[in-house]
């Protein structure tokens, strides 16, 4: 801990706000000792993404004692980055396509509940338009509540964009987090208040005495925003003793600030600016350390960065947690008995309640507010792909992959040092038959060597080979990128077949393939909608109905995150239609098939834009035309056999021909 600030016993330090801080400082001295572990493990999976091998076994790695430079090699194959990345892509390409579809829903329930207000004016809009009400109220009451949801899926998508890193970047940070850690974190949704900011015209006079408008981009007022944002894990200390994110009673974010951005904290609303004030006072040089992993992480990388003591000076490190506090520990912490009686009417001193507390690293309070969204106390969602029974934090896709990608970094070091050595044969020299000013560490093509008497060459040098093992360490390599396609994904699944044979050698036989190796990718698909989609959009359906000023939008509603399957659903489908497509132009089934649906579903499989079908009145132009041009033909093959036998053609028939070949070359034109 900084000594910077000592906590010293005093009147003034043995208020109840500063005997809970120590508190929940103990507490979250606990959840970080409980990580140390965990870091250790995220460091490695972080230098073997990097494609840089541990400390200990470079040291094992001899170098040569004048230069310092390795005389074995270091190569480093990165084939965990290969295959996160791949898998991350795949994810992407799931989860957000490029059609732009949502990976999400809201419906309205099975027995909406919509306020009488709103049937009302939804009554009067149809019967001033004219408009049929249906008298069946049930009936009435699911349309409204379909069209409100309808409205908050619009508002929530303005919402997810207008964020300031939008959704889809948020996520793929999350999904890089969740295959390189085992974990991925979402926060949110918060309350933020933001200035409304728009263009607006202004006209002015120039020199000319001529009016001009200016387009200003100025404030019109002020809004309150959901607000939300991707938490590296290193910043998160979960509850030890919770296993999976259901199970959290607290979870601490620690965050980075600079003096100046402590410095308009104390100004925000909720938290004790006059504390925050007297503590900044207190500790002009910063109470920032660092801690073990973050001098980990800036070593990982050919540019170490270092960072010295001067770097650090003014920063502070606070911790935040979300999580629950009884009532009495809410008013320990400066909870003002007007801010209780307006969030919580019915308070119970000994009940708990959700809340959001600030904190120095010193373990001085500095806010404390209640949960902003109702059910919603610990606001982080989180993606861990491989979650098992073993506690919070799992294996990441480096874990998994750290055996086989040990074993092909090994053979290749040994490969590349076998191919060094037996590039050329070993030298021995007898020194002694040489002359003096002889260089024997320098030997070059037409060299001439000097020798001091009549000796045999065969006494001087000796050749001694040294066999390659190139071919059976290669062997080694193939048979562990094997075993880790095995246990991550193929490599077929990136475009590379190379390996594939029999199934594999047609393309029928690798899309099978491939829809097969896609089922672990769908399950983590499942995982990222569980744990990410359906309560994170159900967390911004709970924002819209607390604090969104349009009220079109509010119902009730369930929250479903179907994207993602139908996604899915209709990759297969498109997979189907091209197996089924040859079948149902057969004889026989030719007949019975409606073409211009199967072509439609086509289209929409595939995500095809929708300008490339033509309009039915398109489709009989060309058919009308096509057989008119059949007709012409038909009719030109009788004329030349006439013509061919001698036999005289009528002056109808080759004007009919004529104007039906005219007909033929409009076609090309489409319809007038």
């Not at 959009?537 to 349009?550: D, G, K, P, V």
Request: aromatic share 8%.
């Amino acid at each position: 801990m900084n000594t910077d600030f000592p906590v010293q016993t005093t009147a003034e330090t043995e208020q109840p706000i500063n005997t809970l801080g120590r508190t929940l400082l103990a507490e979250f001295e606990r959840a970080e000792s409980a990580r140390r572990l965990t870091e250790e493990n995220w460091v490695r999976n972080a230098r073997q993404y990097a494609g840089e091998y541990e400390p200990s076994v470079l040291a094992r790695i001899p170098k040569d004692p004048e230069t310092g430079a390795y005389i074995r090699s270091t190569e480093f194959i990165r084939h965990t980055k290969a295959k996160c990345d791949v898998l991350k892509a795949r994810l992407m390409d799931l989860l957000f396509p490029s059609n732009n579809a949502r990976n999400w829903s809201i419906e309205a329930s099975p027995s909406p509940e919509v306020p009488d207000m709103a049937l009302l004016q939804e009554i009067q809009r149809r019967e001033a338009k004219g408009e049929m009400v249906p008298a069946d109220q049930e009936l009435l009451i699911k349309e409204v509540a379909d069209q409100r949801a309808a409205a908050m899926i619009k508002l929530i998508d303005d919402q997810l964009n207008a964020n300031k890193i939008s959704y889809k970047r948020t996520c793929t940070s999350v999904l890089r987090s969740g295959i390189i850690y085992g974990a991925g974190c979402l926060k949110g949704p918060l309350v933020t208040h933001r200035p409304k900011m728009s263009y607006e015209p202004q006209t002015r006079v120039n020199e000319d005495g001529k009016q001009v408008v200016d387009w200003k981009y100025v404030q019109k007022g002020d809004v309150f925003q959901p607000y939300f944002e991707f938490v590296p894990v290193w910043d998160l200390y979960p509850d030890p003793a919770a296993n999976c994110p259901e199970q959290l009673n607290y979870l601490w974010q620690t965050h980075v600030k600079t003096r100046k951005e402590m410095q308009e904290l104390a100004s925000f609303p909720g938290f004790h600016g006059d504390i925050l004030r007297k503590f900044l006072a207190s500790t002009p040089e910063g109470t920032f350390e660092q801690k073990p992993h973050e001098q980990e992480l800036r070593s990982i990388g050919e540019k170490e960065q270092y960072v010295s003591a001067d770097d650090l000076r003014g920063r502070y490190r606070l911790m935040e947690r979300w999580g629950y506090l009884s009532g009495s520990q809410l008013i320990e912490a400066g909870m003002d008995a007007e801010s209780i009686a307006v969030m919580i009417p019915e308070f119970d001193p000994e009940a708990s309640y959700g809340c959001n507390l600030w904190m120095t690293s010193t373990g001085v309070v500095i806010k404390c507010t209640v949960a902003p969204v109702e059910e919603v106390a610990i606001p982080y969602h989180f993606f861990r792909p491989y979650a098992d029974d073993t506690g919070f934090w799992t294996e990441g896709l480096p874990d998994i992959l750290r055996s086989p990608q040990t074993v092909i970094n090994a053979a290749t070091r040994m490969m590349l040092d076998n191919a060094s050595i037996a590039a050329g044969p070993q030298i021995a020299v007898n020194v002694d038959a040489l002359a003096t000013e002889e260089d024997v560490t320098r030997v070059y093509p037409h060299k001439v060597w000097l020798f001091r008497g009549h000796r045999d060459l065969q006494e001087c040098f000796r050749e001694i080979g040294v066999s390659s093992h190139i071919q059976e360490l290669l062997t080694i390599i193939e048979k562990h990128a094997q075993f880790a396609d095995e246990t991550s994904f193929p490599r077929y699944m990136s475009g590379d077949n190379s390996g594939v044979r029999g199934a594999g050698d047609t393309a029928s036989g690798l899309s099978m393939l491939m829809s097969m190796a896609s089922m672990p990718v769908k399950d983590l698909v499942n995982e990222f909608d569980s744990g990410i989609t359906e309560p994170f959009i159900a967390a911004m359906y709970r924002w819209n109905m607390r604090y969104s000023e349009n009220n079109d939008v509010k119902g009730d509603y369930e929250v479903r995150a179907t994207g993602s399957t139908s996604l899915i659903a209709q990759e297969l489908m498109g997979k189907r239609l091209l197996e089924t497509m040859a079948v149902l132009t057969g004889p026989g089934m030719a007949d019975q098939t409606d073409f211009a649906e199967l072509y439609r579903s086509v289209i929409r499989s595939f995500d095809l834009p929708k300008e490339i079908q033509l309009s039915p009145e398109e489709v009989r132009f060309n058919q009308q035309q096509q057989m008119k041009m059949m007709e012409a033909a038909k009719l030109e093959a009788l004329i030349g056999e006439l013509t061919k036998r001698n036999v005289p053609v009528e002056p109808e028939l080759m004007r009919l021909a004529q104007q039906i070949a005219a007909g033929g070359m409009e076609a090309q034109n489409g319809p007038q």
